[in-house]
């Protein structure tokens, strides 16, 4: 895992890196416009805007600015991006499910193990990440059709508060590490 942190940061563009650290910003603007009353799909919990933007750092953002490095790349940012032209819309339209979430984190897992063994160390480290926050958010759906009044009743968030509150310190409890890891190459790269 050493070895394929300083590769991730010596393959790192530093104005890719500077990009995605920027991006982390997002989430407390994120959160903030969210709550607003009235806005589609209700409130949002800290730990899940937080959560929200870590993954499309990680899913999204992270393959795309780096697509010409590896194919892997090109294939995941696609398929991310695929599913945000999809989704986004649904969402609009309120006939987005979670069904539509988890049939793409399945699809876009098959994506990532295939090109798993097929990549350098570096994008290695990436999809294994991308691998690991896969399986979070399934997870995290389930829950989330369980303690929420779900979709179909407009509600695509978790919320802060007491129901709530195991569920968002396990998000961050997950997102952490992931995120710290992600974050101390970012820094290193724009730092060398």
Not at 29 to 56: C, D, E, M, T, Y
Not at 67 to 95: D, F, V
Not at 96 to 118: E, K, Q, V, Y
Request: with cysteine; charged share 10%.
């Amino acid at each position: 895992m050493k070895d394929a942190w300083h590769i991730a940061v010596d393959r790192m563009p530093v104005w890719a890196a500077a990009v995605l650290l920027a991006f982390q910003l997002a989430a407390p603007l994120f959160h903030a416009w969210q709550n607003q009353p009235g806005k589609l799909g209700g409130p949002i919990s800290r730990a899940k805007a937080a959560w929200l933007v870590h993954a499309a750092t990680l899913w999204l953002l992270l393959p795309v600015l780096l697509w010409n490095q590896h194919p892997a790349y090109a294939w995941l940012g696609a398929s991310m991006a695929l599913r945000t032209i999809i989704e986004l819309p649904l969402c609009a339209w309120q006939k987005w499910s979670t069904n539509h979430g988890l049939s793409h984190d399945a699809a876009h897992a098959a994506i990532a193990l295939w090109w798993l063994p097929r990549v350098p160390g570096d994008a290695a480290l990436w999809i294994v990440l991308t691998l690991l926050t896969l399986a979070a958010e399934v997870f995290f759906v389930l829950r989330f059709r369980k303690s929420t009044a779900g979709p179909a009743n407009g509600i695509y968030f978790v919320p802060d508060g007491p129901a709530h509150a195991r569920l968002n310190l396990i998000t961050d409890f997950v997102r952490m590490p992931s995120q710290y890891l992600m974050v101390s190459i970012l820094i290193a790269a724009c730092l060398r």
